[in-house]
């Protein structure tokens, strides 16, 4: 039997993707993702906020390029993966990342007029604009 890796998360995205161009034209886009809970502990409201590492690639990133950035609150489907590299020093490193399949961004219809008009002149007016260009069906991912 095989296993699921399955990941959701619904959070704010840390910075602006930083986007790259790999050798045959691959786009890869990265940025941190903030998940916060809320709990009370001796009558005291505490936030704790966990970060995560994401990843888009190809059609994905180039659209996270376009329309994510600093602040924005997104859903987020994707899987589980952990790498490893060798720093400076020859350490050997991990690193948990979440790679995305799916995502959408979240938020009231103010956030949407108010987003930057990009360098190429098109700004996304509305949120069903948003939803088009990750769901062609336009369903809600839940």
Request: aromatic content about 8%; overall charge negative; hydrophobic content about 30%.
């Amino acid at each position: 039997m095989s296993g699921i890796n399955k990941v959701i998360l619904v959070g704010h995205l840390g910075k602006d993707p930083e986007v790259r161009h790999l050798d045959g034209g691959v786009t890869v886009a990265s940025f941190p993702l903030a998940t916060s809970e809320t709990y009370n502990k001796d009558g005291k409201r505490i936030e704790q906020t966990e970060w995560h590492n994401i990843v888009l690639w190809r059609g994905l990133a180039e659209v996270a390029s376009k329309y994510l950035q600093k602040g924005k609150l997104v859903y987020i489907e994707g899987k589980l993966r952990t790498r490893s590299f060798e720093d400076r020093e020859k350490i050997k490193k991990y690193v948990t990342e979440v790679v995305v399949e799916n995502f959408t961004i979240l938020g009231r219809k103010s956030d949407f007029e108010q987003t930057p008009v990009s360098s190429e002149g098109t700004t996304p007016k509305s949120e069903s604009e948003y939803t088009d260009l990750t769901d062609p069906s336009g369903d809600l991912p839940f």
